[in-house]
């Protein structure tokens, strides 16, 4: 992918732009209401480490194309259970949740997120893991584990009660509402609601503040907060693959999926 937006291919699942100290990587599946398939899930670990490893690059903003932050994991993909299972000794590729989690989990750099439209699965339990959120005001959000006969990702069982409450995390997964912006921002999911119009130019302006930085200071913070976190991120994402893996191979929960992919 091209650094330079104007030699950025419209067809690429993800766009990517730098400027003024910021990579902006926006999701671009518009007609999968940018879902994740694996496609997208390597090319945004790609985009994520190119950033990592940039020195002009002091931070980065992930936002979606369209009506969606993202509708969450492309469900076809997700029915399969190797697509969770350890591939310790075999010849299987890391699956490409697992290969953006692991990134995700340790990004040395400030992560921003701009939420545009509806986030669900994913482009909920993303948000723990960024450093600063804004929410457009008709942006709505939703985590649709348990009525999919599995359970949660990306360290959500973790980080969502560490983020919002046990109690709202608890009411969050077991109940499953849409969340609208205002409700987003005082869970704490979100730091700002923003008029949708607006959105982009907010996150931006906030991200261009933190490239103008110096480069050390930012990593060395970052690095601090994530480090008193320890282990504790990523072993809550591999309990949740493991149960996952097994969940969604259940016959009797694979029911639950099967009819909702049937919709």
């Given at each position: 992918m091209?650094?330079d937006?104007?030699?950025?291919d419209?067809s690429?699942?993800?766009l990517?732009?730098?400027?003024?100290g910021?990579?902006?990587?926006?999701?671009?599946?518009?007609?999968?209401l940018?879902?994740?398939?694996?496609?997208l899930?390597?090319?945004?670990?790609?985009?994520?480490?190119e950033?990592?490893?940039?020195?002009?690059?002091?931070?980065?903003?992930?936002?979606?194309?369209?009506r969606?932050f993202t509708?969450?994991?492309d469900l076809?993909?997700?029915?399969?259970?190797?697509?969770?299972e350890?591939?310790?000794g075999?010849?299987r590729?890391e699956?490409?949740?697992?290969?953006l989690?692991?990134?995700l989990?340790t990004?040395?750099?400030?992560l921003l997120?701009?939420?545009?439209g509806?986030g669900?699965g994913?482009?909920l339990?993303?948000?723990?893991h960024?450093?600063?959120v804004?929410?457009?005001e008709?942006?709505?959000?939703?985590?649709?584990?348990?009525s999919?006969?599995?359970?949660?990702?990306a360290?959500?069982?973790?980080?969502l009660?560490?983020?919002?409450?046990?109690?709202?995390?608890?009411?969050?997964?077991?109940t499953?509402?849409?969340?609208?912006?205002?409700?987003?921002v005082?869970?704490?999911?979100?730091?700002?609601s923003?008029?949708d119009?607006?959105?982009l130019d907010e996150?931006?302006?906030?991200?261009?503040?933190i490239?103008?930085?110096a480069?050390?200071?930012?990593t060395?913070?970052?690095?601090m907060?994530?480090?008193a976190?320890?282990?504790s991120v990523r072993?809550?994402?591999e309990r949740?693959?493991?149960?996952f893996?097994?969940l969604v191979g259940?016959?009797?929960n694979?029911?639950?999926?099967?009819?909702?992919l049937?919709?």
């Amino acid at each position: 992918m091209s650094d330079d937006p104007s030699q950025t291919d419209p067809s690429d699942v993800v766009l990517v732009e730098d400027a003024d100290g910021v990579r902006r990587i926006t999701f671009n599946r518009p007609d999968a209401l940018n879902a994740f398939n694996q496609e997208l899930w390597v090319a945004i670990r790609d985009a994520l480490v190119e950033a990592a490893e940039d020195p002009e690059l002091r931070c980065v903003v992930l936002t979606g194309t369209g009506r969606a932050f993202t509708a969450g994991q492309d469900l076809a993909e997700m029915a399969d259970p190797a697509m969770m299972e350890p591939t310790d000794g075999t010849d299987r590729p890391e699956p490409g949740y697992r290969q953006l989690m692991q990134v995700l989990e340790t990004f040395p750099k400030p992560l921003l997120a701009a939420v545009n439209g509806v986030g669900v699965g994913i482009g909920l339990t993303i948000l723990p893991h960024c450093d600063i959120v804004f929410i457009g005001e008709s942006a709505r959000l939703k985590a649709p584990f348990v009525s999919l006969g599995v359970t949660t990702e990306a360290s959500a069982s973790l980080l969502l009660p560490a983020t919002i409450g046990w109690q709202e995390a608890a009411l969050l997964l077991f109940t499953e509402p849409w969340i609208d912006a205002a409700e987003a921002v005082r869970l704490g999911l979100a730091l700002r609601s923003v008029p949708d119009a607006e959105l982009l130019d907010e996150i931006m302006a906030v991200a261009r503040t933190i490239g103008a930085m110096a480069v050390e200071p930012l990593t060395t913070t970052k690095r601090m907060m994530l480090e008193a976190r320890g282990t504790s991120v990523r072993d809550a994402r591999e309990r949740e693959e493991r149960e996952f893996a097994r969940l969604v191979g259940a016959p009797e929960n694979r029911a639950a999926l099967d009819s909702f992919l049937a919709k």
